[in-house]
């Protein structure tokens, strides 16, 4: 399944001082395929290889080892439910009949859980090919309607076995009712749902968004979810780690240059550029590059710029691409009233995850 990548103008302008320098994402321009949107909604690189007996429950949570049961068996129950195998009904096919009891379940949990590494084990238990069950963020779900549209998005999810949702915002109203909608059809095609959901913007602080406000959220599929509590402490680190300092402009191109596969952009062009390309397309921007370089960072200049660079940076932590920086430190990328609004989570796991991919990027550094 390809991808075209054409050519538009590049941000860099620098004159190459090797032979083969490196790429630019600005002089890229992504024509995705609806049906790779799809294919790709699997999960994340980085949970390729977990499964429910890589999880490791702590024994003084007995939760954690219950969760592990009760989802290898909601797995092994898809195993003869509905599926057409293509997303398209013949047109003398019996309608499904309509599912019965829960067909969804809700990972209810604070941070550090392992929310999602069991979400992904549930998707890679089902017994069934890759192509009938689908895994994606609640943010690439969204941006897949909006590539596909909403009556497409269901006819192409329509004929699958399981639908995996992580991080299910509920900061933005407009997004619940669509995606809310979208899984009533889905449900009501015999699609089985599985989730976990982000903390509301008020609730910040608690580290976690309860199962009964997730199901008061998306209003009448609460019958089709059964809640999961997952107790436990965060295993992570809380609160935004220190960003590593950035390097010179000097530095981060000298590596551009001496890193095969690595790409290099200023700043502010990148962000232009991002206002031209559909989120949905940011995983291709990405494709072949092994490193990020950019110079000339610096505070982000609206909502609308800070939330597409949000998108691009969970694409770059899903596929661990390091990013090499000069100008300002990642925590330094948001301006106060952002990181106190609406929209903070996301932006403080933006910080996060930059700042994650920073530190992988210094074994790169050429001295």
């Not at 969760?67 to 290898?72: E, F, K, M, R």
Request: hydrophobic letters at 40%; glycine letters at 10%; proline letters at 8%.
């Amino acid at each position: 399944m390809s991808t075209s990548l054409e050519p538009s103008a590049s941000a860099s302008g620098r004159p190459p001082i090797a032979d083969a320098g490196p790429q630019s994402l600005c002089a890229r321009e992504p024509r995705v395929p609806a049906e790779r949107l799809v294919a790709e909604m699997v999960p994340p690189p980085r949970f390729d290889s977990v499964r429910f007996d890589t999880y490791d429950p702590d024994p003084a949570q007995p939760s954690q080892s219950e969760a592990v049961t009760v989802l290898a068996g909601f797995a092994a129950g898809l195993g003869g439910a509905h599926a057409t195998g293509s997303g398209k009904r013949r047109w003398f096919a019996k309608k499904p009949a309509a599912p019965t009891g829960p067909r969804g379940v809700y990972l209810d949990g604070g941070y550090g859980v392992g929310k999602t590494h069991l979400l992904a084990s549930l998707w890679h238990a089902t017994p069934a090919e890759p192509a009938l069950k689908a895994f994606g963020t609640f943010v690439e779900l969204t941006n897949l309607v909006g590539a596909l549209g909403f009556q497409q998005t269901v006819r192409t999810l329509g004929g699958h076995r399981l639908l995996c949702i992580d991080e299910f915002e509920l900061d933005d109203p407009g997004d619940t009712v669509l995606v809310s909608s979208l899984l009533s059809r889905l449900v009501e095609q015999g699609v089985a749902l599985a989730a976990t959901s982000n903390t509301l913007p008020g609730k910040l602080g608690e580290g976690r968004f309860a199962a009964a406000d997730f199901l008061r959220e998306i209003q009448g599929l609460s019958a089709h979810f059964r809640p999961l509590r997952i107790d436990g402490q965060d295993y992570r680190h809380r609160g935004l780690p220190e960003a590593p300092s950035p390097f010179s402009e000097e530095q981060v191109a000298k590596t551009a240059y001496a890193t095969e596969g690595a790409s290099l952009d200023d700043f502010p062009g990148l962000l232009d550029h991002l206002a031209r390309v559909h989120p949905s397309r940011y995983g291709a921007l990405t494709d072949g590059i092994s490193a990020v370089c950019l110079t000339d960072v610096g505070p982000v200049p609206d909502q609308s710029t800070a939330l597409r660079l949000v998108v691009l940076a969970d694409r770059l932590y899903d596929r661990e691409i390091p990013v090499l920086a000069s100008g300002v430190p990642f925590d330094k990328l948001f301006s106060e009233e952002m990181l106190n609004g609406g929209y903070r989570k996301k932006y403080f796991r933006a910080i996060s995850r930059l700042t994650a991919l920073a530190r992988d990027a210094k074994p790169l550094v050429s001295q």
